[in-house]
C-alpha cells in the first residue's frame, strides 16, 4: 500500500481512538444531566435545560463515539452468513457495503454543512422554552459525521489490504 495511505489509516484511527475515549464519558455527563433534573423537579422549580441538554449530550455522545464503535469493528452485522466467511471473502463484502455508508455519509455532512451555515447565519434556535442556540450542536455533529466518514475511508483501505494479503 501507498505511504500515504498507511499514514492516512494510522492517523485517522488514532485521532478517533482519542476522540471515542474521551467521548465514553458523555455517559456521564448525561447522568449528572439527569440526576439533576430528578432533583430539581423533586426539591426546587424544575429546571428548563435539562431535558434538551440531555439529549444534546446524547447526541454528540453517539455520534463522536460511533468512528470509535466502527473502528473495534463492534457495530452490528448480520452474522448468518458474514459470521461463516473467510477474512478475504468479509472483507470483498465490507469493501462493496462502506461505498454506501460513504455515499450516505457524504449527503448527511452536506446537509449538516448547509444547515450549520443557516443556523450560524441566521442565529437559529431551539423552540422550546429554553431557547438555547443550535449552532454548537450542529458542529459537533458535523465534526462527528466528519470523523464518520475518515474511519469509513480507513476501513475501507484495511479491507483492500486484506484482500491483497497486505498488512497496513
Not at 430539581?40 to 468512528?67: C, D, H, N, R
Not at 452485522?77 to 462493496?96: E, P
Request: glycine letters at 6%; charged letters at 15%.
Amino acid at each position: 500500500m501507498p505511504k500515504f495511505i498507511v499514514y492516512f489509516v494510522k492517523y485517522v484511527d488514532a485521532v478517533n481512538y482519542r476522540v471515542g475515549r474521551f467521548a465514553m464519558y458523555g455517559i456521564f455527563v448525561m447522568m449528572a444531566i439527569l440526576l439533576w433534573s430528578s432533583i430539581s423537579k423533586t426539591f426546587f422549580t424544575p429546571s428548563l435545560w435539562t431535558l434538551e441538554m440531555a439529549q444534546f449530550a446524547m447526541v454528540a455522545y453517539y455520534i463522536l463515539g460511533g468512528p470509535y464503535s466502527i473502528q473495534l469493528g463492534s457495530n452490528v452485522r448480520m452474522d448468518l452468513l458474514y459470521g461463516g466467511w473467510s477474512l478475504r471473502k468479509k472483507a470483498w463484502v465490507d469493501a462493496f457495503s462502506v461505498f454506501c455508508l460513504l455515499f450516505f455519509l457524504v449527503v448527511l455532512l452536506w446537509g449538516g454543512f448547509s444547515s450549520t451555515a443557516y443556523s450560524l447565519e441566521y442565529g437559529e434556535r431551539s423552540p422550546t422554552a429554553w431557547r438555547p442556540q443550535m449552532w454548537p450542536i450542529k458542529v459537533i455533529m458535523c465534526a462527528g459525521i466528519l470523523l464518520m466518514l475518515l474511519q469509513a475511508l480507513s476501513e475501507l483501505f484495511k479491507d483492500i489490504a486484506r484482500i491483497r494479503n497486505v498488512e497496513l
